[in-house]
C-alpha cells in the first residue's frame, strides 16, 4: 500500500500562487505510479484536476476548470509530485487530495482508477 501525504496548503488570496506537494512513503517503485490531483470543496461532489503519467512523466491531463492556472510535475528522486496553482480564484477552495496507481500506461481523471489516496490538504481562497 503506498502512503501518501500532501502538504503546501493554506489560505491564500485571490489571484495568488500555492504549491501543494504529494510525498510518497514506502518500499515502491515511484517512478512507475500514475499520480492524480483531485480536490473537494464543502457540499460538493470530488472533483478531479490533474494527473501525470509514470516514469517521464511524458502525459498529463487537466480539467478544464484549472488549464492554463494549475501545472502538475513530479520529481522521481524524492518521490514527490507537486501542483503549482496560480490565478487562484475563491472557486478553488478545497481539500485537494493526491491518489496513485500502479500504471507504466494510463493517466487520466477518474478517481476509481486510483487505489492509493492522501488525507487531503485545505486551500481557503479568500481576501
Do not use: H
Not at 15 to 22: A, D, I, Y
Not at 33 to 60: H, L, M, N, V
Not at 95 to 117: I, K, P
Amino acid at each position: 500500500q503506498v502512503q501518501l501525504v500532501e502538504s503546501g496548503g493554506g489560505l491564500v488570496q485571490p489571484g495568488g500562487s500555492l504549491r501543494l506537494s504529494c510525498a510518497a512513503f514506502g518500499g515502491f517503485s515511484w517512478e512507475y505510479y500514475a499520480i492524480g490531483w483531485f480536490r473537494q470543496a464543502p457540499g460538493k461532489e470530488r472533483e478531479a484536476i490533474s494527473c501525470i503519467s509514470s516514469e517521464d512523466a511524458t502525459y498529463t491531463t487537466d480539467a478544464d476548470s484549472v488549464k492554463d492556472r494549475f501545472t502538475i510535475s513530479r520529481d522521481n528522486t524524492r518521490n514527490v509530485v507537486y501542483i503549482q496553482m496560480n490565478r487562484l480564484k475563491p472557486e478553488d477552495t478545497a481539500v485537494y487530495y493526491c491518489a496513485a496507481e500502479f500504471s507504466t500506461s494510463w493517466c487520466g481523471l477518474d478517481a476509481a482508477g486510483f487505489s492509493s489516496w492522501g488525507q487531503g490538504t485545505q486551500v481557503t481562497v479568500s481576501s
